[in-house]
């Protein structure tokens, strides 16, 4: 009977801590590897690149709270811009590069939701968080094809944003990015190790 209970609690304990993983079909909707590079260029003849260097996956119970400790995997893209002036802090410090969020993929219980997170501090222009379940993206999508997705803030955040469109593809991520202004940037070269894959 010890056994039994052993047994049985520790069944219930490995069920309890199961996790919820980002299927490997859901996961090729992240088209970014470590190490690429995205040159994006302006209606205005200006240009940025964004260095690619962390994708990180994390298991966070949805309530750290509840009683459940399943798990539900999150999956974090960032990168690096070179800052065209370099940022000065009061202890003297120098920033030559900036940290920047570019995309979030989370699992739930029945599906992916896909976060649009871009944003770059240093151009003091505010993006929203523009949140789709994953499934309303692929339909939308139509093969490798691209798609126009206005620039929506998820969270109730009451801010004039900048950004008011963008348009994602499925192998290149993100390839414009309107701003109200009239301003638009295009992705002008999507370089995997040297080599431009951009058709």
């Known amino acids: 009977m010890k056994n039994y209970l052993i047994i049985l609690a520790l069944s219930s304990f490995l069920f309890a801590c199961k996790s919820q993983k980002i299927s490997n079909d859901d996961r090729k909707w992240q088209p970014y590897l470590k190490g690429d590079v995205l040159i994006f260029k302006s ?65 739930d219980s029945n599906q992916t939701f896909i976060k649009f997170v871009f944003n770059k501090k240093s151009d003091s222009l505010k993006y929203p968080i523009t949140v789709l379940t994953l499934d309303s993206l692929k339909k939308r999508v139509n093969g490798d094809g691209f798609v126009k997705i206005d620039a929506k803030e998820y969270y109730d955040l009451s801010f004039d944003y900048d950004l008011k469109s963008f348009i994602w593809n499925k192998k290149y991520g993100y390839t414009r990015f309107n701003l109200k202004n009239g301003t638009y940037w295009e992705l002008e070269e999507f370089l995997r190790k040297d080599k431009n894959i951009l058709d």
């Open 43 to 107: 209606n205005e003849n200006k240009k940025d690149s964004i260095f690619i260097n962390k994708i990180e996956s994390y298991n966070n119970p949805k309530d750290p709270l509840g009683a459940s400790q399943k798990k539900y995997e999150s999956l974090f893209i960032s990168g690096e811009v070179s800052l065209k002036k370099p940022i000065k802090t009061r202890l003297g410090h120098t920033f030559n590069k900036e940290r920047i969020d570019i995309l979030e993929m989370v699992s």
